[in-house]
């Protein structure tokens, strides 16, 4: 099986960006924690990051048939973008949303993400960790479908 995780706008800076908010791992750091946790399932992972709502638009839309679970965490995009959600809508592919901080103990106008209701299930708040909940819930959920 074949993970595709994206990752939105300045994720790219994470370790510098407000690590009381987002902890100081970086994203590097976070993809090789996340290509260790798809190893040990017997998994392969895509991992991207991109600042560019259109590029994150033709990475799901190109989903299919090169992935089996997309992991997504679409940063600032999940509170604006209703073209992610409708290519999320589009696509077969399940998608796991997963946000480093507790977006519901912040500001107001991260309560609502245009992601949540076409997701299969939503992480947040576990920092890095998220990543790895992530991968170990696309484990049962494909284990379930065979
Ligand atoms: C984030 C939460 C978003 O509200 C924010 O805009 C981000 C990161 C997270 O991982 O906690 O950029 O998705």
Not at 70 to 84: E, M
Request: charged letters at 15%; proline letters at 2%; one cysteine or more.
């Amino acid at each position: 099986h074949n993970i595709l995780v994206l990752n939105g706008p300045n994720l790219n800076l994470l370790g510098t960006r407000e690590p009381e908010t987002y902890g100081s791992t970086t994203l590097t750091e976070i993809e090789e924690l996340t290509k260790a946790r798809a190893d040990s399932h017997g998994f392969t992972i895509d991992f991207r990051q991109t600042n560019i709502e259109g590029t994150l638009v033709d990475w799901i839309q190109q989903s299919a048939g090169q992935a089996d679970a997309i992991i997504l965490n679409a940063a600032a995009y999940t509170h604006t973008s209703i073209a992610i959600h409708d290519a999320i809508a589009a696509i077969k592919t399940p998608v796991i949303e997963v946000h480093l901080s507790n977006v519901f103990a912040r500001e107001d106008y991260r309560h609502h993400s245009y992601v949540s209701d076409v997701a299969v299930g939503v992480i947040c708040g576990f920092g890095a960790q998220g990543y790895l909940l992530a991968i170990d819930a696309i484990a049962s959920m494909l284990r379930n479908q065979s």
